[in-house]
């Protein structure tokens, strides 16, 4: 609803490459023409985190972290689910997941 972002939305463009891999492959091309006609571009030939470029451990981590706490819980909760995945290899019994309800 604010005006300044509405703004901006209304001046952006796409194109779908006919060409493009999806959904075989996540690439992607990015083009910014400034206001001074200045031209930008960034090319991404596949996805960070896919098949191509997977996610080091730790990174995944981070990656969980970061989007338990985005999602409104603690960082203590998202340790304690964590812990909790961490404990569970090996066993069928999964009822402690529901100790993590909203």
């Known amino acids: ?7 901006l939305a209304a001046r952006v463009r796409y194109e779908v490459d006919p060409a493009n891999e999806y ?8 083009r910014v023409t400034l206001s001074d006609g200045s ?3 960034m090319s ?5 985190g896919g098949v191509r470029e997977p996610l080091a ?3 995944i981590l981070a990656k969980f972290h970061a989007n338990t706490v985005f ?3 603690s960082e203590g909760m998202a340790g304690r ?6 404990s569970m290899t090996g ?7 529901a100790d993590f309800r909203s």
Do not use: M, T
């Open 1 to 7: 609803s604010r005006p300044d972002v509405r703004k």
């Open 23 to 30: 959904p075989a492959n996540y690439s992607g091309h990015l």
């Open 39 to 41: 031209v930008h571009e």
């Open 44 to 48: 991404q030939p596949h996805l960070r």
């Open 57 to 59: 451990p730790a990174e």
């Open 71 to 73: 999602g409104g819980w």
């Open 81 to 86: 689910l964590e812990a909790y995945c961490r």
């Open 91 to 97: 066993g069928p019994d999964l009822s402690g997941l």
